[in-house]
């Protein structure tokens, strides 16, 4: 069971705004920056976002996140059929030994 | 630019052993924390290990602490992670990455699989 809770779905239409949360508690997001990963099958993970909200160079601005204390959230806009891939919150964890955690993932659908 | 290449990968037996290597180039491996990422097959990402820029310190997810070392040579702008006593929760793609917060950096993986 992942220490980031994120849901397993998410969908929508061409165009459509999707938002995927990420939950987490004060050991992880509570205290520190949050990134969100793109993954495509039988690719390595592709960074979207660093420090909870700031994008890469390059990376079209449809996508965005936030942080809320122990929550965040990435939203996707314009929703376009090459958005359609997993995506993965992260954040360092200050319990036990330290850690870098991952959710679980969030298959998104573009239908 | 920046590349990051893991090799090594290989199928091994329960109970076997691995040593993982990631060669590192476009950058100067010992200005970063480098980091271990898996990804077992049809599954999410877990991260495993990563170390600081002087081997000083070095953190361990808690399944493979003592099993798994990683080390690194920052003159050869390698890092490694030595894998002992694998068992079939270890196969995987193992990805190695820059930084401790894991940034834009990644390598293309090297598949693990241990099974008899």
């Known amino acids: 069971q992942s220490v980031l809770t994120q849901p397993p779905s998410a969908s929508g239409t061409p165009g459509q705004r999707v938002t995927i949360s990420c939950s987490g508690n004060s050991s992880n997001i509570g205290s520190n920056y949050v990134s969100w990963y793109q993954q495509f099958p039988g690719t390595a993970p592709k960074l979207l976002i660093y420090k909870n909200y700031l994008r890469p160079s390059g990376l079209p601005d449809r996508f965005s996140a936030s942080k809320s204390e122990t929550s965040a959230s990435l939203d996707i806009s314009g929703l376009r059929s090459e958005d359609e891939a997993d995506y993965y919150c992260?954040?360092?964890?200050?319990?036990?030994?330290?850690?870098?955690?991952f959710g679980a993932g969030t298959k998104v659908t573009v239908l | 630019e920046v590349q990051l290449v893991e090799s090594g990968g290989d199928l091994v037996q329960p109970g076997g052993s691995l040593r993982l290597s990631c060669a590192a180039s476009g950058f100067s491996l010992s200005n970063y924390w480098m980091s271990w990422v898996r990804q077992a097959p049809g599954k999410g990402l877990e991260w495993v290990a990563c170390?600081?820029?002087?081997?000083?310190?070095?953190y361990y997810l808690d399944s493979v602490r003592g099993r798994f070392t990683i080390s690194r040579d920052n003159a050869k702008n390698s890092l490694s992670l030595q894998m002992n006593s694998l068992t079939a929760e270890d196969t995987a793609v193992y990805y190695c990455?820059?930084?401790?917060?894991?940034?834009?950096?990644w390598g293309q993986g090297t598949l693990v699989t241990v099974s008899s």
């Open positions: 992260a954040a360092w964890d200050d319990s036990l030994s330290g850690r870098y955690v």
């Open positions: 170390i600081n820029q002087d081997e000083s310190v070095k």
């Open positions: 990455a820059r930084d401790r917060i894991i940034g834009g950096y």
